[in-house]
């Protein structure tokens, strides 16, 4: 009997298995509905970016931009604490000398930098130099011959290794990339690399006051590429720059959408609150000269984008009676800080800081570049264990973090409303319209219009059971990445299934934005772009989710919804049923069992798709599941970086999760697998 049982078993799983691919939900060409929609809200978001035109309106809006950004970015201003400087070589040529330092720029966490110093007493002006994507970072080519000249034009200059570069990297001495997944993750403990640069970078003007050589009212700052979106975020937030030369940087913040950027270079929110238009007038009424190349080939930085952030900038300096302060120049250059554009750079720089000249060009003195080796802070692999990386950082504060969580009070609701608006969920997106085409190899073939133009395409077959029960499966690589294991297992068992192709998933994805992230982790573009117009993947996919559940209740009001997300999919299931979503239980497969950041190696298992700002300050996976109130099923659980979790790091985390679930005072259980 059993036989025969197990034998019909196979024919009904082999029958409603998929043979083959699975059958698309839209036929034809597609277009890219996802990138028109982002294109349109960065498009709308310029436009209603309107500055003030008096002088009395810009200073209250100053003061309003300034603590946005603040919060936005997680910079902290840090005058009072010690600077803490150590000098740890030293190499004298003509005319100059260049220091080899480490500096404090947070509470235990030292930058490395070179100073380069004129000889004589002094005071020189000085001009910090920050670094953009170059090879050696602040030793690069084009970021040392920056400071060879100013020091040979009687300039104190101050190179600083940006966050995660140059002798900042995971291994001492090893090159990386600083952004990509390893910088975002700073994001989930409510930082931002910006932010993390940004507070260098003013700890940088501290170390360059503090100095007896230097004159602190005549500071300028400097940089190309990253190094000039530094420029500008630094000259805006610290008045103690007082002139400004950002080189091929500025463009607009609508021309980052969708485009390719860093995320050294994203402030999440910004755009609904200011355009680069408002940064730049940030600098009024000090002296701003910006430097872009003709043939420069990120769309981001293109004249034409740096001209409308210009035009828009330009009233606020008219208001302050400033605006000779104010000017732009274009050089027919690539992509670059090059002798012409330093020159240009060192004749205005004479003319703002030393007041002489008429800012024309000044010829680049002779110089030679020195070996990287002899620049370092720490040569031979010496690097001192303050140098804090960002895996160092990440690492350190989730264990704070996590200590503040098992031993805070919970307010159910108000940590429901919190995660609500860190997933920057939009309440005002609901399903317009069902749209329903013929079936095809057994799947009913569906598209939901949402009310802001997006359509979620399922594939879904009806439930055979008793409790008409669906499970509603995704996967951050789309439909066509679910196992077909699993829709055979949810066959035979005679289960509803629904096949969703979540925002930026499957047939809902971008092509553009693929395209645009070429190596760089998978939704790289999406999140980016997200973040920056006050939304993020994980809350698109919590809106999708409702919107699916919504659908299947009105088809089948006294069934089962049970959702099985794989991945960071998985983690937006648990988010939407801790916000309340009507499911009867989640299935997480080869999810996260904590936000914490667990090491470098593996940063990628996960794609961009899974950060949220702030997630750790709030809480953590443990407390969405204890907030769920449902039956939370994890099978494959991993870390951050994808190590298996077993032995007693699983017991630990049982033992967290079933401690959460107490003090939510919250039905349901977490169960491992």
Not at 120 to 137: L, R, S, Y
Not at 565 to 586: H, P, Y
Not at 633 to 659: C, H, K, Y
Request: proline share 5%; hydrophobic share 40%.
């Amino acid at each position: 009997m059993k036989t025969l049982v197990s034998f019909f078993m196979v024919l009904f799983s082999l029958f409603y298995a998929p043979q083959g691919p699975l059958p698309k939900v839209f036929s034809g060409e597609r277009t890219d509905i996802i990138q028109q929609q982002l294109k349109q809200q960065a498009a709308t978001a310029f436009q209603a970016q309107v500055l003030p035109a008096s002088e009395q309106e810009w200073t209250q809006r100053r003061r309003q931009l300034k603590a946005a950004i603040l919060q936005s970015t997680g910079a902290v201003e840090h005058h009072a604490l010690p600077l803490q400087i150590k000098e740890t070589g030293r190499t004298q040529l003509t005319g100059y000398h260049i220091r080899n330092i480490l500096f404090q720029t947070r509470p235990g966490v030292f930058a490395t930098a070179n100073l380069y110093v004129p000889d004589g007493k002094g005071p020189f002006p000085a001009v910090i130099n920050m670094h953009g994507h170059w090879k050696d970072a602040r030793m690069g080519e084009m970021v040392q011959a920056t400071a060879h000249s100013l020091a040979l034009n009687g300039y104190v200059c101050l190179n600083i290794d940006a966050w995660g570069a140059g002798e900042r990297t995971t291994d001492d001495g090893v090159t990386e990339y600083h952004g990509a997944n390893l910088g975002a993750s700073l994001m989930n403990t409510g930082n931002t690399l910006l932010g993390m640069q940004l507070t260098d970078n003013m700890r940088g003007v501290d170390l360059l006051c503090s100095m007896p050589e230097v004159d602190k009212e005549r500071i300028g700052a400097t940089g190309a590429s990253g190094g000039g979106n530094q420029t500008m975020w630094l000259s805006a937030m610290d008045e103690r720059i007082k002139a400004a030369v950002p080189v091929v940087s500025v463009g607009t913040f609508e021309s980052y959408i969708m485009n390719s950027n860093c995320v050294c270079e994203l402030v999440p929110d910004g755009l609904t609150y200011t355009e680069e238009s408002g940064i730049l007038a940030m600098v009024a009424p000090r002296a701003l000269k910006i430097c872009n190349a003709l043939n420069d080939a990120s769309k981001s930085f293109y004249p034409s984008e740096m001209l409308r952030s210009y035009k828009n900038a330009a009233p606020v300096y008219e208001a302050l009676h400033a605006g000779d302060k104010l000017s732009y120049q274009l050089f027919n250059t690539v992509h670059g800080y090059w002798p012409e554009i330093r020159e240009t750079m060192i004749g205005w720089m004479d003319l703002q800081l030393k007041h002489v000249g008429t800012g024309a060009p000044k010829k680049e003195p002779a110089f030679s570049l020195l070996p990287p080796a002899q620049l370092l802070t720490f040569p031979n692999g010496g690097r001192d264990s303050s140098v804090t990386t960002t895996a160092t950082w990440c690492s350190r504060q989730g264990q704070l973090l996590h200590e503040t969580l098992l031993h805070e009070k919970i307010d159910g609701d108000a940590k429901r409303k919190s995660l609500r608006q860190l997933l920057r969920i939009n309440e005002n997106r609901i399903l317009k319209q069902v749209h329903t085409y013929p079936p095809q190899d057994g799947w009913e073939r569906i598209a939901l219009e949402t009310t802001d133009g997006s359509l979620i395409p399922l594939l879904l077959r009806a439930p055979r059971n008793k409790n008409k029960e669906y499970v509603v499966v995704t996967h951050p690589g789309g439909k066509d990445s679910v196992p077909a294991a699993l829709i055979t297992e949810l066959t035979t068992a005679g289960k509803g299934i629904v096949l969703a192709d979540l925002w930026g998933c499957g047939e809902q994805g971008s092509a553009a934005a693929a395209a645009t992230d070429g190596s760089l982790p998978p939704y790289h573009t999406l999140a980016r772009s997200a973040l920056w117009l006050g939304s993020t993947v994980q809350g698109m996919w919590v809106s999708d989710l409702q919107i699916i559940t919504d659908y299947l209740k009105m088809a089948n009001s006294d069934g089962r919804i049970v959702l099985n997300g794989t991945r960071e999919a998985g983690v937006a299931s648990l988010f939407f049923t801790a916000l309340g979503g009507k499911v009867n239980g989640v299935v997480l497969d080869g999810s996260p069992l904590s936000y914490r950041f667990d090491g470098r190696a593996g940063v990628d298992y996960f794609t961009m798709a899974v950060h949220v700002p702030g997630l750790l300050v709030w809480g953590d996976i443990s407390l969405a599941a204890a907030l769920s109130g449902k039956d939370i099923v994890f099978r494959n659980p991993v870390t951050m970086s994808g190590r298996t979790v077993s032995g007693t790091a699983l017991q630990a985390q049982q033992e967290e999760f079933s401690l959460l679930r107490k003090r939510c005072k919250q039905p349901g259980q977490t169960i491992f697998q």
